[in-house]
């Protein structure tokens, strides 16, 4: 059963506690209705995957209450801050280099070196931010290939049984989602247009180009790099998939009990669950790779995963892992 809370302090308390606990609460923006989960807590992101039947691992938009929480996360420079300043809250949202020391789970910017970070323009989500005093992570809360929902109604017709919760703010105001700019390189980049006019962006901080995500161009000029819209981490050593048996000069990503003889391994969930091997697979995949370098391992072996409910995302991942690597097109 998913619960339907009022819009007021009872409300918001209780949407915060199930969110601090690694539940699944829907909640109103100015843009549209977010799918959150706690940002720092993979299962949770996970869960997120799994409801809304994703087939592959979107990089999802981090959630704060003001520019102060987000900029201790992602490293701001001097665009970011003018755009904050002038238009958050607001939809708007900033892609920028993690921090060190960020504590957002890696399956929450789908393994990316980068982060969507954002701080709503609505009095009730700005008061559960808070509450939860964490990042949430919220892609639009509907279901994979339907349209982001704008009302809490919307929400339950496509996620109601699969999530904790709703908290119920009304109607969203501007009912598009918000502007992803990527300043993580040396151009502002039109990710996807949105809420906030290009126009009011380029008024601040002057031109911004359409393309593909600086991350993605960075890993064009890696050796091996995947040439996909939105990539990922790519892993330096080659990856074999639906291995039974790892060589001793293997790095093994392990899916339940594993073979023997592996150089190294890294085992994604012990009983073959997948929404724990979802949460776990971008932290294996960059210990492994970082293994295999060490110990002078020539691949990564990857035992078979089930091609169903989540096991579709991750199979996705991997297979453009393992696939030839293709030069990334240039932007349009
Ligand atoms: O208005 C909105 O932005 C709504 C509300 C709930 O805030 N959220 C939303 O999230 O639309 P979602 O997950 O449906 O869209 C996230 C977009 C995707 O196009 C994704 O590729 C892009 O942001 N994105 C997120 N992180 C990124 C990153 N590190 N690099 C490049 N693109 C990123
Ligand atoms: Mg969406």
């Known amino acids: 059963m998913t619960q339907t809370l009022p819009d007021d302090p009872a409300g918001i308390a209780r949407a915060a506690a199930l969110l601090r606990a690694g539940a699944l609460v829907a909640f109103g923006t100015e843009t549209v209705y977010g799918l959150g989960a706690d ?11 799994a409801a809304k039947g994703r087939p592959h691992f979107n990089p999802l938009i981090c959630h704060y209450p003001d520019a102060d929480a987000a900029f201790a996360q992602v490293a701001a420079n001097a665009p970011a ?20 020391d960020c504590p957002v789970a890696l399956l929450t910017g789908a393994g990316l070196p980068t982060l969507a970070v954002r701080v709503p323009a609505h009095a009730t989500a700005l008061a559960l931010l808070r509450a939860v005093g964490r990042p949430v992570a919220a892609p639009s809360a509907n279901r994979s290939g339907q349209v982001s929902p704008t009302t809490a109604r919307h929400v339950l017709d496509g996620l109601a049984g699969r999530i904790a919760a709703v908290l119920d703010s009304g109607p969203c105001q501007v009912g598009v989602e918000s502007t992803v700019l990527d300043l993580s390189g040396e151009q502002p980049l039109l990710l996807r247009p949105g809420g906030a006019t290009v126009e009011a962006i ?27 819209q939105v990539s990922h981490y790519a892993p330096d050593a080659p990856v ?21 003889g592996a ?20 932290i294996g995949l960059r210990q492994l790779d970082a293994e295999a370098a060490q110990l002078g391992l020539t691949a990564i072996a990857v035992m078979p995963i089930p091609e169903q409910g989540l096991g579709l995302a991750i199979n996705d991942r991997l297979q453009r892992a393992a696939a030839p690597r293709e030069k990334v097109r240039a932007p349009p």
Request: hydrophobic content about 50%; glycine content about 6%; some cysteine.
């Open 263 to 282: 150089g190294a391994t890294f085992q994604l969930s012990t009983s073959c669950d997948l929404t724990e091997a979802a949460a776990n697979l971008f």
């Open 240 to 260: 074999r998939l639906n291995a039974n048996a790892a060589r001793h000069d293997e790095a093994l990503l392990a899916f339940g009990p594993p073979p023997q």
């Open 39 to 49: 940002a720092t807590n993979a299962r949770a992101v996970a869960e997120v995957f």
């Open 202 to 228: 380029e008024a601040l901080i002057g031109p911004v180009r359409h393309g593909i995500p600086h991350a993605v161009a960075e890993a064009a000029r890696a050796p091996r790099s995947p040439g996909l």
């Open 81 to 100: 801050r003018r755009l904050a300043a002038a238009l958050w809250p607001g939809p708007l949202s900033l892609v920028l280099p993690r921090r060190a």
